[in-house]
């Protein structure tokens, strides 16, 4: 007792999830705009991630914002289409990179002489080593934060899409 729709171009059925997918992906409109705002997401992303450590904002607000322009483009262009931007694997990688800076701060401020995160050691300025650490801190929470939150929306994109089937 499924319902099913055809398509004009195929002409094969497919289940009504798939139709609204469809009607998605053939938006003229909503894909143009799409195009228009991305950049501007991911700019915005990249000045919270930049400004974080002097005001509101840093590393996990800019890895959502930046995640969030991944999750749209997937959203109207298909998960496939995301697949081939960002790849799985890719992600992945990017997860372990944003972990390992910010494991790598910390024990680089212990080889250095002070303790797990203490910045003053980074640099030859107490001020300085605060500003580099904080920043490097904050840009391996924004990579992981981004890679987890577009690994996870692919994860379960790709589980509906198994499901629909």
Known sequence: SRCYFYCRHRRTPFAPQQAEKAKMNQNLILRTVVKFVLPFIFLFALYVQAHGD???????????????????????FGLQRLRKVAPPQ???????????LYAGVGFATMLLGGTFLDYEHLAH???????????????????TVASVMVA?????????EDTTD
Not at 90 to 100: D, K
Request: zero cysteines; aromatic letters at 16%.
């Open 54 to 76: 002097y005001g509101p904002g840093g590393g996990f607000q800019a890895g959502v914002i930046f995640s969030a322009g991944f999750v749209l483009f997937g959203m109207v």
């Open 90 to 100: 890719l992600v992945l990688i990017f997860i372990a990179v944003g972990l390992l």
């Open 125 to 143: 300025n107490s001020a300085h080593g605060h500003h580099y650490g904080i920043l490097l801190i904050e840009l391996g929470v924004g990579i």
């Open 152 to 160: 996870i929306y692919q994860a379960f994109a790709g589980y509906a």
